[in-house]
T-cell receptor
Framework: DSGVTQTPKHLITATGQRVTLRCSPR?????VYWYQQSLDQGLQFLIQ???????AKGNILERFSAQQFPDLHSELNLSSLELGDSALYFC????????????FGPGTRLTVL | DAKTTQPNSMESNEEEPVHLPCNHS???????IHWYRQLPSQGPEYVIH???SNVNNRMASLAIAEDRKSSTLILHRATLRDAAVYYC?????????????FGGGTRLMVKP
């Protein structure tokens, strides 16, 4: 158990819908990262937040957005969903500092029908 | 981040040592070498990291070539639980973004 929790575990929805994925980092970790894992693209970094502020952006679509709240939990919002958005979404957290390891949650499996 | 090259898959027998290679010929002086693994149906898990010197921890050892253009992750006694995809990742020690850039990794299969 990494100490990072993600909810829900599974999500099935239809094209065009909007969903919110939630992540609670390990106690004391200030950084939260979101990654997407699909069969054709592998594991890809989406976005990072550090202590409530956006720190880095990767291959995140404009239809996707995220935020980190004062209690440090984070939410990833996916809207106007398409079939290709079906994937595993992982959240990771790490303490402050540039070279610390990242601790990954168990992931949310999103299926868009 | 600089690119890494790993074999797509490797096979090992249980209780034997496993050497997982990684080439990173374009590594820069500030790049750290990180290894993560992903067990089936789980999120990635940190294994080990190093800069120039060889490193050991309870999970594995990391051997880094003198020119730093390659490295090897060593599992001293493979168990069935070590069957996973192993990712070798370079992280710039000066990069404030600190994200991980995953390649294809090496799928390790462990035979009983």
């Amino acid at each position: 158990d990494s100490g990072v929790t993600q909810t829900p575990k599974h999500l099935i929805t239809a094209t065009g819908q909007r969903v919110t994925l939630r992540c609670s980092p390990r106690s004391g970790d200030l950084s939260v990262y979101w990654y997407q894992q699909s069969l054709d693209q592998g594991l890809q970094f989406l976005i990072q937040y550090y202590n409530g502020e956006e720190r880095a952006k990767g291959n995140i679509l404009e239809r996707f957005s995220a935020q980190q709240f004062p209690d440090l939990h984070s939410e990833l919002n996916l809207s106007s969903l398409e079939l290709g958005d079906s994937a595993l979404y992982f959240c990771a957290s790490s303490p402050s500092g540039l070279r610390n390891e990242q601790f990954f949650g168990p992931g949310t499996r999103l299926t868009v029908l | 981040d600089a690119k890494t090259t790993q074999p797509n898959s490797m096979e090992s027998n249980e209780e034997e040592p496993v050497h997982l290679p990684c080439n990173h010929s374009t590594i820069s002086g500030t790049d750290y070498i990180h290894w993560y693994r992903q067990l089936p149906s789980q999120g990635p898990e940190y294994v080990i990291h190093g800069l120039t010197s060889n490193v050991n921890n309870r999970m594995a050892s990391l051997a880094i070539a003198e020119d730093r253009k390659s490295s090897t992750l060593i599992l001293h006694r493979a168990t069935l639980r070590d069957a996973a995809v192993y990712y070798c990742i370079l992280r710039d020690g000066n990069n404030a973004g600190n994200m991980l850039t995953f390649g294809g990794g090496t799928r390790l299969m462990v035979k009983p």
